[in-house]
């Protein structure tokens, strides 16, 4: 004790030796509040005893004592402080109170000299959200698309941090970023935190269709984990010069292509259900001289580098319209594209009733008869027709009566028409069953059959009986003279002969 005591007599006598310039410690340091703070300095091992005060006044005692290895003070013995081999001040939990002034002092032996550092600890909080908040835009990222039609001012914030923040907009393009004027607003309600609120009026955009705003945080002393967060403006939000119609099989992985040959700056794929609802976002890329960043907004989509997208495992829901805009150094680019979804039947092919799929059918019919086709399990809905097979006259349809089932995503068609042969003909009546083409869908499927109506018809029958009643007629009268002679020739061989 009597050492420690001499040691801080020495301190409190010796007033030439109050300051260094050597670098065992540094002058101004930042602890975060909540966690386990040490104030770093690094002394010889070799040294009498280190003192630590947490004020710049000489004549207090020390909060923590470290006398050859011995160690003590108020700090110590509470356990709110403790010190590293190297001398360094450990504080076990930080808190507003510690954003003070505190004083290191080496006593380099018990007799002669002492060097003292005045630090300046300042305590940090460092906010919740990792990155500048921009209104309006996701809490989750640091990149959001907006319509121009929405944003009426730029605004951006970062609250809950200590110190002060600052923030700026800037406008960004391939090669540069461009200050705009902006108005910084800084508040507290409690003295230990602050809020940061940064507004700007939206500039003018050198492309017609998208332009790169930036919130920049500008702090070297609080590391957030993004420094900055984007927006990207809509210029020309609902703009679309016509589309592409891409068909795609569900399931199966589909690349909606990006057709632009200058490499894009920017590029943002959108979707909507139909051409007058709103878009949302399913992906952006940016690269530029700062950033090469690529996001995505909706799960089962990827945005490649050559920026086409990719639908990983087409549904019903990923029917409709996909927007491209981009822009390059060279030029702006759009491109819409309409998605049709399609799921190929179960059996895959149209069934004709009375026929087998494993042969090629021919059905006896009469002249005239109703024939029916089905596809079943396909989408999207497809019409049905019959039709004789080129051109061919001789077999006529009429009242087509079609019915429609929805089950489970799919549709079952069934059709059934009313035919009639007009003329008989030696030549096969080939007919068949088809999906009409449309431009609603890809498929083109169809059924033939033969239809043999050679003796089918009250017409032919009415003809060929007859004729077969003629033949009977002129057989029977044949016969009845054959046997008329018979009987005349053996009556006279069985009568007597005359006598002479």
Not at 362 to 372: A, H, K, S, W, Y
Not at 420 to 425: F, I, P, R
């Amino acid at each position: 004790m009597g050492k420690i005591l001499a040691a801080i007599m020495l301190v409190v006598l010796t007033p030439a030796a109050i300051c260094s310039n050597i670098t065992e410690c540094d002058l101004e340091q930042y602890l975060e509040i909540g966690n386990p703070g040490t104030v770093k300095c690094s002394f010889p091992s070799d040294v009498y005893g280190i003192l630590w005060h947490d004020t710049t006044e000489y004549d207090v005692p020390a909060v923590l004592t470290y006398i050859e290895n011995n160690k003590g003070g108020e700090g110590y013995t509470s356990g709110e402080f403790d010190i590293e081999q190297d001398g360094s001040l450990i504080i076990h939990n930080v808190t507003l109170r510690h954003d003070r002034w505190f004083v290191a002092t080496k006593i380099t032996s018990s007799s002669v000299g002492i060097v003292t550092y005045d630090i300046r600890v300042k305590t940090t909080v460092t906010p919740t959200r990792s990155h500048p908040l921009i209104a309006n835009c996701p809490a989750k990222k640091n990149i959001c698309v907006k319509p121009r039609a929405e944003l009426s001012t730029l605004s951006c914030s970062v609250r809950d941090a200590r110190p002060f923040i600052p923030l700026r907009w800037l406008k960004r393009t391939s090669n540069a970023d461009t200050s705009i004027n902006t108005i910084q607003n800084v508040t507290s309600e409690d003295n230990a935190t602050w809020a940061t609120l940064s507004t700007a009026p939206i500039p003018l955009s050198n492309s017609s269709l998208l332009s790169l705003l930036v919130c920049e945080a500008d702090s070297e002393i609080i590391v957030l984990d993004k420094t900055e967060a984007m927006i990207i403006v809509g210029n020309s939000w609902l703009e679309h010069t016509g589309f592409i119609r891409m068909y795609t099989e569900r399931h199966v992985l589909t690349n909606i292509p990006y057709q632009n040959q200058n490499e894009p700056n920017m590029i943002i794929w959108k979707y909507s259900s139909d051409l007058q609802s709103m878009p949302s976002v399913i992906a952006t890329a940016i690269n530029n001289w700062m950033n090469n960043i690529t996001d995505h907004y909706e799960d089962g989509y990827h945005l490649n580098a050559d920026g086409s997208l990719v639908i990983q495992r087409p549904s019903m829901k990923n029917n409709g319209f996909y927007t491209c805009m981009s822009v390059s150094n060279e030029d702006d680019y759009i491109q819409t594209y309409e998605v049709v979804i399609f799921i190929n039947p179960v059996p895959p092919y149209l069934m004709v009733d009375g026929c087998s799929h494993a042969q090629y059918c021919i059905l006896d019919v009469q002249r005239e008869g109703n024939l029916t086709c089905s596809v079943l399990g396909i989408r999207p809905e497809v019409q049905l027709e019959w039709r004789a097979h080129e051109g061919n006259r001789a077999v006529l349809f009429s009242h087509d009566r079609q019915r429609v089932e929805f089950i489970d995503d799919v549709y079952n068609v069934y059709l059934t028409s009313m035919f009639k042969v007009e003329s008989y003909t030696d030549e096969r009546l080939i007919v068949e069953c088809r999906i009409k083409p449309s431009d609603k869908h890809s498929f083109e499927i169809s059924s033939r059959l033969d239809l043999f109506a050679a003796m089918g018809g009250d017409d032919a029958v009415t003809e060929d009986v007859s004729g077969l009643w003629w033949i009977a007629i002129i057989v029977a009268v044949v016969l009845l003279l054959v046997i008329s002679t018979i009987s005349v020739a053996l009556r006279a061989a069985n009568e007597p002969g005359e006598i002479l």
